[in-house]
């Protein structure tokens, strides 16, 4: 591994001193700093604690062992979320700069003070206490990204209720399959939203809702919905109230995330308080390098976790944009001029958008005055080694970055920090406290080869439950089935002599022709540097009797035909940039593809449905962003093997 320097004046190198000064070590470095953290995760956790939380602790030990599944940190130690985002926003002395900078389509930025944000959480909370409203509830939004919801949540983790938020991007029946499973007692919600010029009623989703939750003890608006009768927003945070924080143990439950529902029951994913109040503090202040003189704003939607990180900017005293709207409307470009209106410094999107503003022929870096982006990230999906060389040019001196991780832990997995190299097609290394390795079917680590990424010691956030699993059966089965006391994460990944980690796609997506496996990332990588591509998709389809279909799916850009010319390209591409091993079958024309409401392509239910599975049981309509290219390729996959077996 080369040695990485922790740049001056940093955050992690602050950190690697203040580790120094305590256990006598030189962690001048990062790789040192990583190895120390998983060599000592009891230490290491404790210094996170120590020294970004603002708030003591009593001595306790971090765990008492560290053989995964590993539920309660600890035992004993009080922690709310809600007490350290108190302490973040109040860390920027002067209370009428900016917490929070809301964004829509239609009208002026929505500026909220650092002491209008605490004013109205206190507030909000106040209401929630006032409605008998405590640790063994659930709140729960459908909303936008918007001010509303960052304040609902700071109020719920306040009074120790259990937090959950949908997105009115998903229609109301995804609301409903999430929502409804946390019986809430409180409901906050609102009559629509602006996307891509054009105002969406959420009405009757709404409705729907309210009526899917008889156990609801107050429903809460922000703006009238008719037939739903609440109480409104501005009467709930209207008066002046203390922002008191309740003290709450360590592993009191903080939120419910949902996992994507494509193939059944979205499910429910449990963290603590404590738990992610350590992970995201470290991911803030010591990856990213944010303090209380920063902007950050990444582009997502309340029901991608990348919504928790962002809230999260606020426990290191960080403003953070909130945008609800489309990231190409009324220009593809909108992004980048936002950020340089705002003086975001550390600006996140997705490798789609990359894409889209690499081929709009944009170049960000000369176009829009970004003195003060020293960063840029993205995740979501893998992002294509030809985008990052783009961005070597196209973004100036500022590094384009890449992270993998999930809602299962709701941070990254593997990301960078100030100092470590980018490379593109790489993520340039495993995170801080993360014991990240890739092994082989043999339960072996390998380097430089592919394998299975798993993680061999405890996370404070790995989930201490799922909802509605009260013995942890289906706990254990999601991560620990495949290798008892290892976390298998579920994708394909090369951990490189390097230290640096390539994502080659989810495991059960994995292209396997004649027993050598790549994953379909790779071949994305390789087809979509093709400008005639938009977008692409390969299926890796196991027939009866031992046969093989590797489809390929392409979407051409504009004015671009689908012809045996452009197929050759494809395939000299592959052949090229990816394997001459895994040249599709077949390359065919598709009018979109299909991809969850968080970016990711639709591989695996896909699937299921050539190979015999019936759709309805595959995936779950109401989780796909485009429907109607879903039922396209439903149209052209249903009875592939049965054809093939005849």
């Keep these: 591994m080369k040695t ?296 997502t939607s309340p029901t991608w976790m990348v919504w928790n990180i962002q809230v999260a900017a606020l426990l290191v005293g960080s403003t953070i944009v909130c945008y609800s709207g489309s990231p190409a409307w009324p220009t593809a470009d909108t992004v980048w001029s936002t950020a340089a209106e705002l003086d975001v410094t550390v600006l996140g999107t997705s490798p789609a958008y990359l894409m889209a503003t690499e081929r709009a022929g944009h170049r960000p870096g000369t176009d829009y005055d970004l003195r003060r982006l020293r960063v840029v990230g993205s995740t979501g999906s893998t992002l294509p080694a030809a985008t990052s060389r783009w961005a070597a040019t196209a973004l100036g001196d500022m590094p384009l970055v890449s992270s993998t991780g999930g809602t299962d832990v709701v941070t990254a997995l593997a990301g960078w920090a100030p100092g470590l190299p980018v490379t593109p097609g790489e993520i340039s290394a495993p995170a801080l406290g993360v014991a990240l390795e890739a092994w082989d079917d043999n339960d072996r680590p390998v380097v430089d080869a592919v394998g299975d990424l798993v993680i061999t010691q405890p996370m404070p956030t790995m989930p201490i439950g799922l909802w509605n699993d009260p013995n942890g059966q289906r706990y254990r089965a999601a991560y620990y089935d495949r290798r008892p006391g290892v976390w298998t994460h579920g994708d394909w990944v090369t951990c490189t002599s390097r230290g640096s980690v390539i994502v080659h796609g989810r495991s059960d997506s994995t292209l396997n022709r004649n027993g050598v496996r790549m994953g379909s990332a790779d071949l994305y990588q390789a087809v979509e540097r093709l400008p005639e591509i938009a977008d692409s998709l390969v299926l890796g389809i196991e027939l009866p009797g031992g046969g093989y279909w590797m489809p390929l799916y392409v979407v051409p850009a504009p004015e671009t035909s689908m012809d045996d010319r452009l197929r050759e390209r494809i395939r000299a591409v592959i052949r090229d940039y990816a394997s001459p091993r895994h040249v599709p079958d077949e390359i065919l024309w598709a009018p979109a593809i299909p991809r969850t409401r968080t970016g990711k392509k639709l591989e695996v239910p896909l699937k299921r449905i050539a190979q015999g599975h019936d759709a309805a049981a595959s995936l779950e309509l109401s989780a796909v962003d485009d429907p109607s290219a879903l039922e396209w390729f439903i149209d052209q996959l249903t009875g592939v093997t049965s054809a093939s077996d005849s």
């Design 4 to 299: 990485s320097v922790h740049p001056t004046g940093s955050r992690i190198a602050e950190f690697a001193r203040f580790v120094d000064g305590r256990h006598g070590t030189d962690l001048s470095d990062y790789w040192r700093l990583w190895r120390w953290s998983i060599d000592e995760p009891g230490a290491f956790w404790n210094a996170v604690w120590d020294s970004l939380t603002g708030l003591g602790r009593h001595g306790a030990p971090a765990v008492q062992s560290t053989r995964m599944p590993v539920r309660t940190w600890y035992a004993g130690e009080t922690l709310s979320y809600a007490a350290a985002a108190k302490t973040g926003i109040a860390a920027e002395s002067r209370p009428d700069s900016l917490a929070l900078i809301a964004l829509t389509e239609d009208g002026p930025p929505t500026r909220v003070t650092r002491a209008e944000l605490a004013r109205q959480v206190g507030a909000f909370a106040t209401t929630l206490r006032d409605a008998g409203v405590g640790a063994a509830d659930r709140v729960v939004a459908y909303l936008p990204n918007g001010p509303e919801a960052v304040v609902a949540f700071l109020a719920a983790a306040s009074v120790g209720a259990t937090w959950s938020v949908v997105g009115q991007d998903y229609p109301g029946p995804a609301a409903i399959d999430r929502l409804a499973q946390l019986d809430p007692a409180v409901l906050i919600t609102g009559p629509g939203y602006q996307f891509g010029g054009r105002y969406r009623d959420c009405g009757d989703d709404v409705r729907a809702l309210v009526d899917a939750l008889p156990q609801l003890c107050t429903v809460v608006l922000t703006g009238p919905v008719a037939g739903v009768d609440a109480r409104t927003w501005a009467s709930c945070v209207e008066h002046d109230a203390p922002w008191e924080p309740d003290p709450l143990s360590f592993s009191h439950p903080l939120w419910v995330l949902f996992s994507s529902g494509t193939t059944g029951l979205p499910k429910g994913i449990v963290h603590s308080h404590g738990g992610v109040t350590l992970e995201h503090l470290k991911t803030m202040a010591l990856h990213y390098d944010l303090g209380p003189d920063d902007v950050f704003w990444w582009y």
